[in-house]
């Protein structure tokens, strides 16, 4: 039977399984009462048409987790639903989206993935189209609060113009166009660009960029204070990230700069501070993994580098990037490849040497975190005290 306590707010019991894997700083988080009493409204989980799939599977992580913390298992009025949002396209190619599901009062999660490339019939600005729809349809018919969950952000690298080019700044577009949908909050992982949050500010959208920080710090803990391992960040962007992980495991740290001819097309014209054969990469997009292969030859050709270990949040592999990938793997230099499951990719479809760090578990206790107005930040692991890079 629910105490007082449990319908005033957040319990907090330490009985689930520890979250290291995922990231997460322990399992204290994850917060329970009655779905229809809660203030912001019942819970709800809505799938676009690219996001069905992974509202399904967060769903079932959802009621997973809130059945052990109850010690019971769960009444059908207690579980945690995933709504698919109906979707057609007219012979003109235009597409129409209908919410079935009463969302009256609700506070309302929409899963998006955008760019997804088992997709036969739907490209990148349909999904997009189809995310804003359905936001507004949902924020006409009632949602109190409107969360847009969508791991892989698009046109994230969008958030400048080039010096002397007349070109949109389309992060900032898209911000806009996801604030005239409905959408109170956007829930994402690792964007390009830290300024994007701007962009969301300015249109009074709240705006959690989540990151992978803890997920790779635990694939990469087989390295610590390793003699022959060392980090080096692929360009500047990758800096804070390369910076954070060689810390927190007392590596050295290199890093390479470079130009950009063209928008898959780079060229790295200076690497400093490399010295050992063993080098972690750490990035948050593999594209065309043009970077990866040129920086990865120079390191092997002009450094002696023998192995090379890649950690990106968001594998797009878009073009020749798994030809580019294989062919280093192949060659022996790399040795190991590890993404977030952010972009789908059709099961089986991967290389041996790509390793898949699931979202589910952390994306289920992100929206319980949220839905109880609690910390999303604290949830996560990021070590307190951080040393100088080991050399």
């Not at 120079?298 to 580019?324: D, Q």
Request: proline content about 4%; hydrophobic content about 40%.
């Amino acid at each position: 039977m629910l105490t007082t306590s449990d319908l005033e707010g957040a319990v907090e019991l330490a009985s689930l399984e520890n979250f290291a894997v995922s990231g997460i700083k322990d399992s204290t988080f994850f917060d329970h009462a009655p779905l229809d009493t809660m203030p912001r409204g019942r819970l709800t989980l809505i799938g676009c048409n690219s996001g069905i799939q992974l509202a399904t599977r967060v769903a079932n992580e959802y009621n997973r987790r809130l059945g052990h913390l109850k010690r019971r298992p769960l009444e059908e009025q207690e579980r945690v639903i995933a709504h698919p949002a109906t979707h057609d396209i007219f012979s003109d190619h235009e597409i129409i989206s209908t919410i079935e599901e009463s969302v009256d009062g609700a506070d309302v999660y929409v899963f998006s993935t955008p760019q997804d490339p088992t997709q036969a019939k739907w490209n990148l600005s349909d999904n997009i189209l189809n995310m804003l729809f359905v936001g507004d349809a949902l924020r006409d018919n009632g949602a109190s609060h409107l969360t847009l969950v969508i791991p892989y952000l698009p046109y994230s690298r969008q958030e400048k113009t080039t010096p002397g080019k007349r070109q949109p700044i389309s992060a900032a577009w898209l911000a806009r166009a996801i604030a005239d949908a409905g959408y109170d909050r956007v829930i994402c992982l690792d964007v390009h660009s830290k300024a994007i949050r701007g962009f969301y500010t300015a249109v009074k959208v709240r705006f959690t960029p989540l990151d992978s920080f803890g997920f790779f710090l635990n694939y990469f803990e087989q390295f610590r204070e390793d003699p022959n391992t060392q980090f080096v960040a692929l360009d500047a962007g990758a800096f804070p990230m390369g910076n954070y992980l060689s810390r927190a495991l007392n590596l050295p740290l290199g890093q390479a700069t470079k130009i950009r001819h063209s928008g898959d097309e780079t060229e790295h014209v200076q690497i400093i501070g490399v010295g050992r054969r063993r080098v972690l990469l750490g990035d948050d997009i593999i594209a065309t993994a043009g970077s990866i292969e040129s920086l990865g030859n120079r390191l092997h050709n002009e450094y002696g580098v023998e192995e090379i270990y890649v950690a990106a949040s968001h594998g797009l592999f878009t073009g020749p990037a798994m030809e580019r990938l294989q062919r280093m793997h192949d060659s022996g230099l790399l040795k190991e490849v590890v993404i977030t499951n952010s972009v789908t990719h059709a099961d089986g479809k991967l290389p041996s040497f790509l390793k898949v760090h699931d979202l589910v578990s952390t994306l289920a206790l992100v929206a319980n975190r949220a839905h109880y107005s609690r910390s999303v930040s604290k949830a996560f692991y990021m070590p307190q005290r951080l040393g100088r890079n080991g050399g």
